[in-house]
């Protein structure tokens, strides 16, 4: 690492032209890929397709500012708190100063053009051309670090093939970074870690070197340690334990210039830096040389001297490492982004140590129920398994002898098939439309080539085709395998949809191709809700529409409408989740509609059994007399209804909406013999069957038990009798469908009126089935919380009952599945002291108060509106939980007067 590296840096900068439409000229080598596939091979291997992953605030986006600035890309730094970066371009981004939608960029790293450039290639490495020497193309997305947009961290992470995880120096490892980081582990993607501000009061990087090891479970190459001036004064730069050497950058400088000292001049100007270079060195061979034989055979070469291996030796063996998916070693870099210190060397880290498309965990595929990785489809060994698999589910096991002809027709399909792409994100431009940003990751999609996709099972043409820059694009004729673009004019395709194109562009490929895809986002259900109100029933439309396209972008959002009271609910992950979800729907996409509180759903039930009512319906129905008799019983349901055979008197028998009625005709004499639909009876008025006369009784009880006696709520947990007597309830011609549901109305009705009268009636509420997963140390006051407060009650702890696909993280079962690795060995992990450490700051985190507990309650459904904010203050932002409606209970009275008082209220 020299200072010419970073020199290079200014001059681009002076050459870049002042605004992005000078994109056009500046990226022209985009337009044109080569032909050759030996160049098309250098430059995959010159790509690297990096996400920054952290908790909010942690300073991702302005990493990322310093970046594009040091690359070239920009004349000048962005400033969150201005609301002048790039990346954050929404008017809800700038306006709060959070990232909200993880924004694509791409620019080259050191700056020039990849295609074209001379030198050796990129695998051809040494000491005298590492490959942070040439120009590599880097494709950054920059994603949101608050809990409510988890979702779009995960479709941001599944296609990418390297992070950055930057931690707060002075927070350490908080809440979003373990789920974030857990969530890149699910997808195997090889990580460095770079502890940003360390020139804040109270930074320890120390301290956040151990928590790295005991939160996150890995261990951590301390590749740089911080440059404290004089062991205790300002935070100047860093010392970098791989090259031996210092890196100062003057304060109040735009950090392009970058001072170099090497050890010999470390010892005179700060010895006690010098020493404790040395032993991070030490520690850093000794931390690979568990891992990696190579460094074993270069340390013994060297003669048993830590200082002696090269940089060059220890740069590859820190990239095997973080290339093998069994090493738990990740690299760490230390700086402070906002004062400019310490971006260039991590931006030379990606470049070297990350891995470029080829050389990224082979991404996993399905196709017709087998799944594989993405080599074995390309080389037909999936295909092959997929037709053997269905021909002997068909015919029985087939003969050796055509497995032949069967690879070579595999092979023929693959041959040609152009392209294979994965739709991870969709976004609704007010000016361009819809974009679909897609990671292509074989062969090549081209402009005007027709992608079919292989969820809806359609097919669509991609007229134009873009490289974004965050919110500024240039337009290409095609997007090769490893690069990120974006497709414009699609008008069907999903987050998560597969894209494939064929020769020829055929509308649809050969069969086993279709039901090729891409690993799915598994998306994680909501946690809070709202309702949506259109301003007129002449906007109600328009905001479904506006809805559909809300969806359509982010499908961690949820939209239902409620069959009781006919609201729109509009479900996501949290409270701002929401909000930015409203200020789309309102402000972007102009929708006239409002978002207002959850009405819910209450219930009643009887608590005593009713007498016998009778009652005699006798009145003219639209010109025509009717007249029916019908008597009714209510009681309580206790028990789970059993289905019930139909003897000779009983005609009905069944359970709707948590209630059951019963319809019973003694001495009809219902011929069942035949058990057709049109069963009569002698007793039957003319032109009624069986299954018109029970219908119309069982409408007319279900009627009546859909507004309560006492609370007009509807009816829950009761049991309905309704019994039919042919002598004194049938009047022959006058007794007709719609009189018989009369009189069943008015005599359930009266049956819950002489309930009311006797034993009461009493309010009964949803209640949830909750799963919350904590940690140890919150454990106690989140059991707290739910038992005293919310008036629930714990069913069990750390049971494994699992609501749908995912955990409360977000996680895939398959891959809870997993074997737990082995604990870290705290004592092996080496970390700098603290220049203000007292006893308290760096203390080791007790494995026991960080092993997640999972909690399964019952709780009222009114209690969980707005939980998630309180479970977050609880258990310091670790806490998560998923719900699903379990059934209703009974409520105390202090909670029924409470209830009621809100209701009337209206509050």
Known sequence: MSSNLYKTSNVTCKNTCSSLKGLRSNYKQLQRFSTTSACQDEALDRTRNIGIIAHIDAGKTTTTERMLFYSGFTRRIGDVDEGSTVTDFLPAERARGITIQSAAITFHWPPGEVNGASGPQAGAQNELNPRSSYPHTINLIDTPGHADFTFEVMRSLRILDGAVCILDGVAGVEAQTEKVWNQASTYRIPRVIYVNKLDRDGAAFGRTVREV???????????????????NGPFIGVADAIHLQGLRWKEGEDGRTVKVADLKQLDAEEPALAAELRRARIALIELLSEHDEDIVEKFFECEEDHLAVSPADIIEGLRRCVLDQTSRIVPLFAGASFRNIGVQPLLDSIVNLLPSPPEAPDPEVSIGGVNGGLRDLLSGDLIVAQSEKASSQSKGKQPKKKNTALQTSSKDAINKLQSCALAFKVVNDAKRGVLVYVRVYSGSLDRNSLLYNTNLQLSERAPRLLKMYANDAVEVESIPAGHIGVVVGLKHTRTGDTLVSYAGNRPTPPEPLTSLQLRPIAVPPPVFFTSVEPHSLSEEKRMHESLALLL???????????????????????????????????????AKASMGRIEIGYRES???????ITK?????????KGKAGCTAVAEPLDEDPESQELDQDTLLAETYDGNQIIVRAPGLQVDRSSRSEGETSPFFPPGMDLVTFRTALQNGAMAALSRGPQFTLPMHNTRVTLTINPATDLFGNETTSSALSSAARQATAAALQDVQFGAGTAMMEPVMNVIISVDEASLGSVVHDISSSRGGHIVSLDEEVPLSGTDASGTSASALEEEAPPPIDHSRVYAPPDPFETPSVGVEIPAAATRPRTIIAKVPLKEMVGYLKHLRSLTAGRGTFVMSVDRFEKMSGQRQKVVLAELRGGS
């Open 213 to 231: 090891s005991s939160r996150l479970g890995v261990y951590p190459a301390v590749c740089q340690i911080p440059w404290f001036q004089g062991g």
């Open 616 to 624: 005699i319906f006798d009145k003219e129905i639209a010109g025509r």
């Open 552 to 590: 359509r972008e982010d499908p961690s959002l949820h939209v239902s409408v409620d069959e009781e009271s006919g609201q729109t609910l509009l479900s996501g992950m949290g409270e701002l989740h929401l909000e930015i979800a409203r200020d789309r729907l309102i402000n972007d996409l102009k």
């Open 606 to 612: 009887t608590l005593g059994t009713s007498s016998p």
